[in-house]
Nanobody, 120 residues
Framework: QEQPVESGGGLVQPGGSLRLSCAAS????????MAWYRQAPGNQRELVAA???????NYKESVKGRFAISRDNAKTMLYLRMNYLKPEDTAVYYCAPGWVVGSQGTFDSWGQGTQVTVSS
């Protein structure tokens, strides 16, 4: 089964910005709501932002106003613009189908993820 491919992570100072990208197959993308999940060391994976095929969005409270999720249905690409990053945003970020904030996700073919580290 094809896995999504996440990219765009890195080391950034507090207050900085990053833009994550995810390339997923058409079978995964389809008409599914797509989401960004993150997993910090010692924590469970959690959904932090989601978007429907029609553009409705859903965010974890702590990232509202700082993160913006978007998707290109024609290219089957998912994006996450992250501004005003905080140390607590440090995690590995994954993309997969999903909608419920805080859920761990039921996807069975996770990609490698992309590491985001926020530190001075």
């Amino acid at each position: 089964q094809e896995q999504p491919v996440e990219s765009g992570g890195g080391l950034v100072q507090p207050g900085g910005s990053l833009r994550l990208s995810c390339a997923a197959s058409r079978r995964i993308f389809s008409d599914n709501p797509m989401a960004w999940y993150r997993q910090a060391p010692g924590n469970q994976r959690e959904l932090v932002a989601a978007i429907t095929s029609g553009g409705y969005t859903n965010y974890k409270e702590s990232v509202k106003g700082r993160f913006a999720i978007s998707r290109d249905n024609a290219k089957t690409m998912l994006y996450l613009r992250m501004n005003y990053l905080k140390p607590e945003d440090t995690a590995v970020y994954y993309c997969a189908p999903g909608w419920v904030v805080g859920s761990q996700g039921t996807f069975d073919s996770w990609g490698q993820g992309t590491q985001v580290t926020v530190s001075s």
